[in-house]
């Protein structure tokens, strides 16, 4: 009952009801009383295509996007000055989204549209350069932002801000943060294998809950591409239809008009299906937000529990070093060691040895008694945060999958009934013959 009241007061940053059309979030909707979008207007406005050399001096080309923000104060006053913009590449938001999941790791930060294309119904380009995917990946680099942007948390950090708003010098101050660094040691060591003795009930919960939003996301995506193909057959075959009704109206005299506009209505239908199958493409981009998400969430579970691995093993320590202590003190030693064997060989160490031995295990535990009171504290504080975050995000998710699927399921309604105008007109034509 606690949870639940817990979950039920943690207010969500997104109405999904709220959506533009193209799936991107509504930046007025998405704004709360202390976040970015509050105070300032961001859109990703277009892409372009440029060339240039890499770091390897060779050519490439490459595509940039303009990233576009005006202070909300200055419209609400009936002024409209130009937007301030800048251009950004991919792998700049890449930097800043690889800065934001080492500074806030009990956060569930957003995650960035595909790089290159997954799960793409095979008639559709998957050339991360084509115009089409180019377009759909820059509404989802300006969903990233608003999502960042309407963060309780990510939307005060000052780098985002620079991000937006600094053509020049903002990188220089994610480096001086030292989060590379960071970085690489916390993936070394969340790619090592470690097993927690003592691990989150809630956290373990949500880590398989993300297992399962990934498999299920990715198994939907999948049926959605075979769908994609049927439908791409059938309605091919009316093209079949509208070259048959083209050409039998040719040799009628009586009949030819009615064949000859049932077969335009054929080929219409035809045509249309190149325009409906890139248009739920769109749709797919929500669900793949959602299984990048997955990924997200399992890294912040991951992150505690190399947190409480980290605290268990202080812990240990701790116990050895004092049992150590103990064994010097007394002289009695309680475990088998090569110590005990060597002081039975050879005789206890000098008094003067034993009380140097001491004092130093004495400064060695105190200083591993503070370091154990810091990682508990670091790991509820993690567990407290990312709960919070966690239940933030699942509100979030529910309403946005809820939308994405119903606007999906009347975009098929939309569809059929196309479809049976379209026979609705044939009949039509073939009784006027």
């Not at 002289?331 to 090569?338: A, K, M, P, Y």
């Not at 504290?377 to 119903?406: N, P, S, T």
Request: glycine residues 4%.
């Amino acid at each position: 009952m606690a949870e639940d009241s817990k979950e039920d007061s943690v207010a969500s940053n997104v109405d999904s009801d709220q959506q533009t059309p193209d799936g991107s979030l509504n930046n007025s909707v998405l704004a709360d009383g202390s976040c970015l979008l509050r105070r300032m207007e961001i859109c990703v406005a277009e892409a372009e295509k440029r060339s240039g050399k890499n770091a390897v001096s060779m050519q490439e080309t490459f595509t940039v996007y303009l990233v576009e923000t005006r202070p909300i104060d200055a419209t609400a006053e009936g002024r409209s000055p130009p937007p301030d913009s800048l251009w950004r590449r991919y792998s700049e938001f890449e930097l800043l989204r690889n800065y934001l999941i080492i500074a806030y790791p009990y956060i569930v930060v957003p995650p960035l549209p595909e790089k290159r294309a997954e799960f793409v119904w095979h008639k559709l380009s998957a050339d991360n350069m084509d115009p089409d995917f180019v377009e759909r990946r820059r509404i989802g680099l300006e969903n990233f932002l608003f999502r960042v942007a309407s963060h309780p948390v990510l939307s005060n950090d000052e780098i985002l801000y620079h991000f937006l708003t600094k053509e020049h010098g903002w990188k220089e101050m994610v480096y001086e943060t030292g989060f590379q660094a960071k970085a690489d040691s916390r993936l070394r060591a969340l790619s090592a294998t470690f097993r927690v003795r003592s691990p989150h009930k809630r956290l373990v919960e949500m880590k398989h809950y993300s297992d399962g939003l990934q498999s299920h996301t990715a198994q939907l995506l999948r049926a959605r591409t075979r769908v994609a193909d049927r439908l791409y057959a059938v309605y091919k075959v009316h093209g079949n239809y509208g070259r048959v009704f083209s050409e039998w109206s040719a040799i009628e005299k009586e009949m030819g008009d009615g064949l000859q506009s049932a077969g335009h209505h054929m080929d219409a239908y035809a045509t249309s299906i190149d325009d409906i199958l890139e248009e739920e493409e769109h749709y797919a981009d929500q669900l793949k937000e959602y299984l990048f998400y997955a990924e997200a969430l399992r890294a912040v579970c991951r992150k505690h529990e190399l947190s409480q691995f980290e605290l268990e093993m202080a812990s240990l320590d701790l116990i050895s070093k004092k049992q150590q202590r103990e064994e010097l003190a007394t002289g009695i030693v309680r475990t088998f060691s090569l110590k005990g064997m060597t002081n039975k060989l050879f005789g206890q160490e000098a008094p003067e040895q034993r009380e140097a031995k001491l004092n130093l295990l004495e400064g060695l535990i105190a200083e591993g008694e503070e370091t154990v009171k810091e990682k508990t504290a670091e790991c509820e504080e993690h567990a407290e945060k990312a709960w919070v975050d966690i239940l933030r995000f699942k509100d979030q998710k529910d309403k946005d999958l809820q939308e994405a699927l119903i606007s999906y399921a009347l975009m098929q309604i939309s569809i059929c009934k196309k479809g049976i105008q379209v026979w609705s007109n044939a009949r039509e034509c073939f009784l006027k013959m």
